[in-house]
């Protein structure tokens, strides 16, 4: 059947790696894409077009010349910056870091979107009632509006982690270890590329699938006061 | 910024640009071809036609692009046999693996957002295609689809902006699209936010042009969902 040569175990550590950056982008995009989203949502012009500005061109632009443009471009900036302090040592970027930032950049984008059109859809009146409670914005924020504007993220959080995900493949490109450059390696050692790449495309539908029935079971948690019979 | 790495291979970023429109164009258009008839099997009642549109369209979406390109551009070749038949000249270029990924790709998108909008015609539509009498050929291809092209023009625009941003992974496999050239371009002159910025505009200069192309064509399509002006 299946025979890996020997090379399964260095794809697993490399579907581990890939969980990683995918859960460390997650983080970043989701901290980003609340900031944005809160920008685009105040009174302040400034903020609002500082966001407007991001959420356009990040979007505009292809996941992978953004990701060059970060490590190839982080490179530089961060020697030239050090050198203007005296630090005369080349530095290296870790892939590992200009891979999370990179697509945590670009997904904050998408995160904004999707929760700024979510937290417009809860109903005004229950900040006001919070307000009237003498709540504070922060309360107001956690306690009020985070509980119900889930219920109308969820679908598009879900997707933007399914697209981020297997935009995931593109660290391998900046020299990342994960499943899909791991699987180069294997192929290029064994002369079986097909077999290498259809066990990491398995490996994808496995992470999706088991995405899309975690999403479901969020959703239900999430939708319980709405739940029609 | 050296505006003169720019100006001195701006020819080579114009050809690039032509081989991502070039790729982009042919694969939506082919796997718009391949995307029709896969919904419609989507829909079939045979449960294996169906259960094999799901599967194409699981498949292709669940995965990376960039997987399912090395599969088709790396993975080929493991198939000794392969390459002593004529289809070896096609499947050792990059152009043609290139093509045939994005397409395949595509197709899978397409058929998604094409089954979604079938689904949700209004019954009363289809109710009286048949009250006239309509064939269910004539049935799908005067009242079902033209309806539902406009409901899925939307979600299609999305999907030839992801198409055009995904084209970037061409540019991995040596080709000299818009991406591959800014990879060439930084190699050259060690001059990363020149060679990739460059490429990033213009990409987003086509990401505008889409956009507003299909603003365009939703005004005339939608002109009778306008709101009425006095």
Redesign the interface.
């Known amino acids: 059947m299946l025979d890996l040569r020997g090379y399964g175990p260095m794809l697993l550590e490399g579907a581990s790696l890939t969980i990683e950056v995918g859960l460390c982008s997650l983080v970043v995009a989701l901290v980003l894409g609340t900031l944005t989203a809160l920008a685009k949502l105040s009174t302040s012009r400034f903020l609002r077009s500082v966001a407007a500005v991001y959420t356009t061109?990040i979007?505009?632009?292809?996941?992978?010349?953004?990701m060059?443009?970060i490590f190839?471009?982080g490179?530089?900036a961060v020697n030239n910056a050090a050198l203007a302090l005296g630090y005369e040592d080349y530095i290296d970027i870790d892939p590992f870091i200009a891979g999370v930032l990179s697509i945590g950049f670009i997904f904050g984008a998408y995160m904004a979107e999707t929760l700024r059109g979510a937290y417009l859809a809860v109903d005004k009146g229950q900040r006001e009632a919070a307000m009237a409670y003498g709540m504070r914005a922060g309360q107001i924020f956690w306690r009020v509006m985070v509980p119900q504007l889930m219920r109308h993220a969820l679908p598009g959080l879900g997707n933007n982690w399914l697209v981020l995900l297997?935009?995931?493949?593109?660290v391998?490109?900046i020299g990342l270890d994960d499943m899909?450059r791991k699987?180069?390696l294997a192929?290029g050692a064994t002369?079986?590329?097909?077999?290498f790449?259809?066990v990491?495309?398995a490996i994808?539908?496995l992470f999706?699938?088991v995405s899309v029935l975690l999403l479901h079971w969020a959703e239900r948690h999430y939708g319980k006061a709405y739940r029609r019979a | 910024m050296d505006f003169s790495i720019i100006a001195d291979n701006w020819p080579l970023y114009m050809q690039g640009l032509g081989l991502t429109l070039q790729l982009v164009a042919l694969s939506l258009v082919i796997g718009f071809c391949i995307a029709l008839p896969l919904a419609l099997m989507r829909q079939s009642s045979i449960k294996a036609v169906s259960w094999f549109a799901w599967g194409y369209i699981y498949f292709f979406r669940g995965t990376p692009l960039l997987v399912q390109l090395f599969i088709i551009y790396f993975g080929l070749g493991q198939w000794e046999w392969l390459k002593t038949t004529w289809a070896w000249d096609l499947f050792k270029e990059a152009y043609f693996c290139a093509l045939l990924s994005f397409t395949l790709n595509t197709a899978a998108y397409s058929a998604e957002i094409i089954r979604g909008a079938i689904a949700a015609t209004p019954h009363g539509e289809v109710e009286a295609a048949v009250a006239y009498g309509m064939s269910p050929f004539k049935r799908m291809f005067r009242i079902i689809l033209p309806s539902a092209a406009r409901r899925a023009l939307h979600a299609y625009s999305n999907e030839i902006i992801f198409m055009l941003h995904g084209s970037s992974v061409a540019g991995i496999i040596t080709l000299n699209d818009l991406t591959g050239v800014a990879r060439l371009v930084n190699s050259r002159y060690y001059s990363p936010f020149e060679a990739f910025l460059t490429s990033g505009l213009i990409y987003l200069c086509v990401t505008f042009a889409i956009v507003a192309a299909v603003k365009a064509l939703e005004n005339r399509w939608h002109a009778h969902l306008r709101p009425r002006t006095a």
């Open positions: 061109v979007r505009g632009i292809p996941d992978l010349v953004l060059l443009l190839f471009g490179q530089v297997k935009t995931t493949a593109l391998s490109v899909v699987a180069g192929a002369k079986l590329p097909f077999t790449y259809m990491v495309a994808f539908l999706t699938t």
